[in-house]
Each structure stands twice: as structure tokens, then as C-alpha cells.
């Protein structure tokens, strides 16, 4: 099946530093990949839609200038954290379509675990 | 209404034991169905798809019942190993559409 890696898997930041976090497709080429993040206990939230060569698409309550997304290849998203806050903290998980299993199934990264002190 | 809802547990059950959740969703447009599972801090992986007939896979079995608007999964003969949270999820039209459930959390006790 489809693999998506995700790096770093986990990372402690100091407020008001800028966080980058990467989304790979390992053995197929991805033209769109999803963020999400997950606070404790709660569902997955899509944040936004990656689009290769063209502008993300944010969720409504998504602060595009702080969480900036770019997928320069068809291979690889990154979102960026910047001046993160404590309230950033969570779980983040990019996930992109498994083209290799039925329609709108989903392979996800590993996620990563986002620390602010 | 929640787009999608869950039982958030805990079900706590023992070794051998058979359990079922539902998830309800608010969308009559709804088009797929899925169950993914989640370990603690792990991302979510596929467990199955929802066909409108019904499934099986080994020990799991899912339905749906577009009437009443939910999904079901039921697991026979509980292994420790099926501790996890399951989450239900909808897809209502593309990918953008994907909305996840909180999730039940299920723990199997020896």
C-alpha cells in the first residue's frame, strides 16, 4: 500500500520560534495531501488542502499566514508553523490519497507532535 | 448536530468478548464509509471500508443503514491487540469532505 512519512515525529519549540514539518509520499506521486491536527481527545480537523504548484486551500478558522503550507513537488507538502504559541501544541498529520485501494481511502503520515513551551 | 458522532468510552471488555459501536452521521448525502483505528499517539490506519451491503474481515464486521443514518462495527472474540480507539469515518464528496468521528475507545482486558 501507499506510504506517506512524516518528520519530525515529535518537536519541543520555544515560543515564538517557527516550526517546519514534512510530508513525503514514498512510492507515489501525490498531487494533493491533507493537514489535520488533533487536540487531545478530540476528532482529526482538517486545517488545509495542499495543492501541488498552486496555492493550499485553508479550512474556515485557519490562519493561513500562520500556517503556511507549501507543495513544491509531487512528493513532498510542508507546513509551517510560525511564531508558534503553547496553544499550538497538538498533533499534526498530513494524509494523502492511498492509490492503491478503493476510492477516497486515506494513507497517513505518522503525524507529528508539536510542543510549545 | 454533529456531522459525525461517536460513543467516546471507554468499553472495557474481556479477552474473547464480542462488542459492537455505532457512529451516527447528520449527512443523508453521504456517499463512503470507513473505520480507521488509532493507537495511542499513532496515526489513524484504514481498518475497513463500509459497503452498503454490509462487510466482513476476519473477526470485524461492518454495516451501514442509510435509513438511520449510521454505521456499525462489530468485533467477535476480542484480542488485547484490538485496544485502540476506532474512528468512524464520512465522506460526503471528495477528499475535503472527509469528517472524523471523536472516536470510541475500546480496551480489552485479560
Known amino acids: 500500500g501507499a506510504v506517506v512519512s512524516q518528520h519530525p515525529s515529535w518537536v519541543i519549540c520555544k515560543s515564538g520560534t517557527s516550526v517546519k514539518i514534512e510530508c513525503r509520499s514514498l512510492?507515489?506521486?501525490?498531487?494533493?495531501m491533507f493537514w489535520y491536527r488533533q487536540f487531545p481527545k478530540q476528532s482529526l480537523m482538517l486545517m488545509a488542502t495542499?495543492?501541488?504548484?498552486?496555492?493550499?486551500?485553508?479550512e474556515q478558522g485557519v490562519e493561513k499566514d500562520k500556517f503556511l503550507i507549501n507543495h513544491a513537488s509531487l512528493t513532498l507538502s510542508t507546513l509551517t508553523v510560525t511564531s508558534a504559541h503553547p496553544e499550538d501544541s497538538s498533533f499534526y498529520i498530513c494524509?494523502?490519497?492511498?492509490?492503491?485501494?478503493?476510492?477516497?481511502?486515506?494513507?497517513f503520515g505518522a503525524g507529528s507532535r508539536l510542543t510549545v513551551l | 448536530r454533529k456531522e459525525v458522532e461517536q460513543d467516546p468510552g471507554p468499553f472495557n471488555v474481556p479477552e474473547g468478548a464480542t462488542v459492537a459501536f455505532n457512529c451516527t452521521y447528520s449527512?443523508?448525502?453521504?456517499?463512503?464509509f470507513f473505520w480507521y483505528r488509532q493507537d495511542c499517539r499513532k496515526e489513524p490506519k484504514l481498518l475497513m471500508s463500509?459497503?452498503?451491503s454490509g462487510n466482513e474481515d476476519g473477526r470485524f464486521t461492518a454495516q451501514l443503514n442509510r435509513a438511520s443514518q449510521y454505521i456499525s462495527l462489530l468485533i467477535r472474540d476480542s484480542k488485547l491487540s484490538d485496544s485502540a480507539t476506532y474512528l468512524c469515518?464520512?465522506?460526503?464528496?471528495?477528499?475535503?469532505?472527509?469528517?472524523f468521528g471523536t472516536g470510541t475507545k475500546l480496551q480489552v482486558i485479560p
Open positions: 494524509s494523502a490519497r492511498d492509490p492503491f485501494s478503493g476510492a477516497n481511502v486515506l494513507t
Open positions: 512510492d507515489f506521486q501525490a498531487t494533493t
Open positions: 495542499s495543492n501541488e504548484g498552486s496555492k493550499a486551500t485553508y
Open positions: 449527512n443523508s448525502a453521504s456517499q463512503s
Open positions: 463500509v459497503y452498503s
Open positions: 469515518v464520512v465522506n460526503s464528496g471528495g477528499y475535503q469532505k472527509v469528517t
